[in-house]
């Protein structure tokens, strides 16, 4: 069982999304990358940082990464990108250990998948191509597929040895939230501007993180 949940891993998100709406530069600086280091602090002292969950442990490692490229004043978008990308990679690999099954309802998550991916890519490639951003396009449907593969991993985790119900809910409801952030924060810079895009894509990836990572928290300490 948990000693403790992440009280204070959400105390500094709060502060963080009040930060980003609020515009408060250097309360960010210190709280978008203070939120992972607590998270990790937090992984610590429950489940540990290696053994079952060094996979999510170097995922919140290169998250934080991408936090800090992204929040910097230069552009910094694809170190950003490539350091989620490996956070994703990182995550699917911790969601895959033990072996994988075929099911009808992995089919049908596949199929959901997969429809969304293609409906969303184009829109993504239509607006990089309007803002003359054509040599995003393969990078940008590299990590499309990947974040993708990481949900689909995170959906499967309900029929996988090693994982309860919780734990298998929380990381795919985390995986959504992420996908949904992720989701937001493009469609705002290269589709069309979204109101409250940064608060919303924050909101929904600190979520993200605090399900996939207390869910796998949770199976390692089983």
Partial sequence: MLDHWPWYVIAVAIVNWVAVERK????EYICKPGTMLLLLLWMGLNGGLGGALIWFTLGVIFSMGGDIFLMLPENFFLPG???FLLAHVAYIVG???SAPYISGQGAIFLLGIGAYVAWIYRRLAAGLENKGQRDMKLPVLIYTLV???MVYSA???GGRDGW???SAALVSIGAVFFYASDS???WDRFVQPLSHARLRVMVAYHLGQLGIITGAVLMSLR
């Fill in 164 to 166: 309860d119900a919780l």
């Fill in 81 to 83: 990108l490539i350091s």
């Fill in 95 to 97: 969601l895959n250990t």
């Fill in 147 to 149: 974040i993708s593969l």
């Fill in 155 to 157: 959906l499967m985790t």
């Fill in 184 to 186: 937001t924060l493009a």
């Fill in 24 to 27: 408060w530069k250097w309360v």
